[in-house]
């Protein structure tokens, strides 16, 4: 059998690339690879850890067999938007595809789908991260967690799986890293001598949106208590609410999320960009290329912000109250106006409390916030928004890093947010 690599796609690159919100039902991607691995760099292999949460594999998120629509092609040389998918990869998630090399991301929760026959695989990625921040991918095969692959910039090449029965194989890589920790640059699959890879399976139907903090992009599930620092080893956005989510719904998830950001005001009021700042970028931390908003459309958003505005130092409810309120309804009326059809979750997320910080009333008052600014647009006649709370996180489901959601609190969100989305959309 003819060996394969996503190897054509930085040729083909400036002509097609994917573009979502034209998606038909059965309709085939584009560009499957060469035969030989490309680039310089090391060629050291290094094979996917088997610590780590495993999770639930598969799903709908990047998951193999998920029923669904192709895609049609569209021109990647202008902004960051579509995906560069092929008949034998496809994306989830925003990815720049402006460099010829191959195409870029950064949030939480993009993921890479391929299937090939064989018993193993290798990737080859273009890493910023460094040794002592790597970034990280789960490992998924056939639905089932293989592990960990860290990645970071020591290396280009590494082994993604060995070992498997001989045979086809889906794959899903999905990025539990927060773009702090660095871009990644996908360069191609290579499949071992003599094999190839394959047509992946269509995407689903259902796509959704989370925007968010870092309770959305997993910030320290796996650490073992409240009393750690932040790492990237412990951050796991395959087990954080946002991404388990889309898995228990069929849905491929688009996650942007970023630790310590907020609508209006950052943590302890931070000097960086908000939220509705970086809302429309394609790489998080780069002001273009622009994601084209018309090239993935969800069908459901999840707005999970405002943790931390009310963090250190809360601004009395005369000073606050406004400018929150004003900043809250802009990002709802961007939402709308980029996806007409959505319906719009505004949450109130589980770190939220009244206790802390002391005096501030946080709980109270982003949920009074919060609902008003859903109240404003139900009695202007969009009653596609809704407000859901998350319960306060407790000691009893254990806790993350620095005093962040646990696995099961994310486990119990995740079914409070599915049922919701359910209802509302008879999913």
Same mark, same amino acid.
């Given at each position: 059998?003819?060996?394969?690599?996503?190897?054509?796609?930085?040729?083909?690159?400036?002509?097609?690339?994917?573009?979502?919100?034209?998606?038909?039902? &059965?309709?085939?991607?584009?560009?499957?690879?060469?035969a030989? @691995?490309?680039?310089?760099?090391?060629?050291?292999?290094t094979?996917?850890?088997s610590t780590?949460?495993?999770?639930?594999?598969? =799903?709908?998120?990047?998951?193999?067999?998920?029923?669904?629509?192709g895609?049609? $092609?569209? @021109?990647?040389?202008?902004?960051?938007?579509?995906?560069?998918s092929?008949?034998?990869v496809?994306?989830? &998630?925003?990815f720049?595809?402006t /460099?010829?090399?191959?195409?870029?991301?950064?949030?939480?929760?993009? !993921?890479?789908?391929?299937?090939?026959?064989? $018993?193993s695989?290798?990737?080859?990625?273009?890493?910023?991260? $460094?040794?002592?921040?790597?970034?990280?991918f789960?490992?998924?095969?056939d639905?089932?967690? *293989? &592990?960990v692959?860290?990645?970071?910039?020591?290396?280009?090449?590494?082994?993604?799986?060995?070992?498997l029965?001989?045979?086809?194989?889906?794959?899903?890589?999905?990025?539990r890293t927060?773009?702090?920790?660095?871009? $990644? /640059?996908?360069?191609?699959?290579?499949?071992?001598?003599?094999?190839?890879?394959?047509?992946?399976?269509?995407?689903?139907? #259902?796509r959704?949106?989370?925007?968010?903090?870092?309770?959305?992009?997993?910030?320290?599930?796996d650490?073992?208590d409240?009393?750690?620092?932040?790492?990237?080893?412990?951050?796991?956005n395959?087990?954080? +609410?946002?991404?388990?989510?889309?898995? *228990?719904?069929?849905?491929?998830?688009n996650?942007i999320?970023?630790? =310590?950001?907020?609508?209006i005001?950052?943590?302890?009021?931070?000097?960086?960009?908000?939220?509705?700042?970086? +809302?429309?970028?394609?790489?998080?931390?780069?002001?273009?290329?622009?994601?084209?908003?018309?090239?993935?459309?969800?069908?459901?958003?999840?707005?999970?912000?405002?943790?931390?505005?009310?963090?250190?130092?809360?601004?009395?409810?005369?000073?606050?109250?406004?400018?929150?309120?004003?900043?809250?309804?802009?990002?709802?009326?961007?939402?709308?106006?980029k996806?007409?059809?959505?319906?719009?979750?505004?949450?109130?997320?589980p770190?939220?409390?009244?206790g +802390?910080?002391?005096g501030?009333? !946080?709980?109270? #008052?982003?949920?009074?916030?919060?609902?008003?600014?859903?109240?404003? #647009?139900?009695?202007? =006649?969009d009653?596609?928004? #809704?407000?859901l709370?998350?319960?306060?996180? @407790?000691?009893?489901?254990?806790?993350g890093?620095?005093?962040?959601?646990?696995?099961?609190t994310?486990?119990l969100?995740a079914?409070?947010?599915a049922?919701?989305?359910?209802?509302?959309? &008879?999913?």
């Open positions: 059998m003819k060996t394969e690599a996503y190897f054509t796609f930085p040729r083909l690159a400036s002509a097609l690339c994917i573009a979502w919100s034209a998606l038909l039902p &059965g309709c085939g991607d584009d560009d499957p690879g060469g030989t @691995s490309a680039g310089g760099g090391s060629s050291t292999s094979s996917a850890s780590g949460s495993a999770g639930e594999g598969g =799903g709908g998120e990047g998951g193999a067999g998920q029923g669904g629509a895609a049609t $092609t569209s @021109s990647a040389t202008g902004t960051g938007g579509g995906s560069p092929g008949d034998s496809r994306f989830i &998630g925003r720049d595809t /460099q010829p090399e191959g195409p870029r991301f950064s949030w939480a929760g993009s !993921a890479i789908v391929t299937r090939f026959s064989g $018993t695989i290798s990737v080859r990625f273009n890493d910023a991260s $460094t040794s002592d921040r790597s970034n990280y789960q490992v998924v095969v639905g089932e967690s *293989k &592990g692959l860290e990645v970071n910039n020591q290396e280009e090449l590494y082994t993604v799986v060995e070992g029965p001989d045979g086809e194989h889906d794959l899903l890589l999905h990025r927060e773009p702090l920790v660095g871009v $990644t /640059q996908f360069l191609e699959f290579v499949p071992e001598q003599g094999e190839a890879l394959l047509p992946v399976p269509p995407a689903p139907e #259902r959704i949106e989370v925007i968010g903090d870092s309770i959305s992009a997993g910030y320290g599930i650490g073992p409240q009393n750690c620092p932040f790492t990237s080893e412990t951050e796991n395959y087990l954080a +609410y946002s991404a388990l989510t889309g898995r *228990k719904l069929g849905a491929d998830t996650i999320a970023w630790s =310590g950001r907020g609508v005001r950052n943590y302890d009021d931070e000097v960086a960009d908000t939220m509705p700042e970086i +809302y429309g970028r394609t790489i998080a931390d780069e002001a273009q290329p622009a994601w084209d908003f018309s090239s993935w459309v969800p069908q459901v958003v999840v707005i999970n912000l405002g943790t931390n505005d009310f963090s250190i130092n809360v601004p009395g409810d005369a000073q606050f109250r406004e400018p929150f309120t004003s900043g809250y309804a802009d990002l709802v009326e961007t939402v709308r106006e996806y007409p059809e959505a319906f719009i979750f505004c949450t109130i997320g770190m939220l409390s009244d +802390y910080p002391e501030a009333q !946080a709980l109270t #008052r982003a949920r009074a916030y919060i609902g008003q600014v859903v109240e404003d #647009r139900n009695a202007d =006649g009653d596609r928004v #809704r407000l709370e998350f319960p306060a996180h @407790s000691e009893a489901n254990g806790y890093c620095d005093w962040h959601p646990s696995a099961r994310n486990e969100m079914d409070q947010l049922e919701a989305i359910s209802e509302e959309l &008879g999913w």
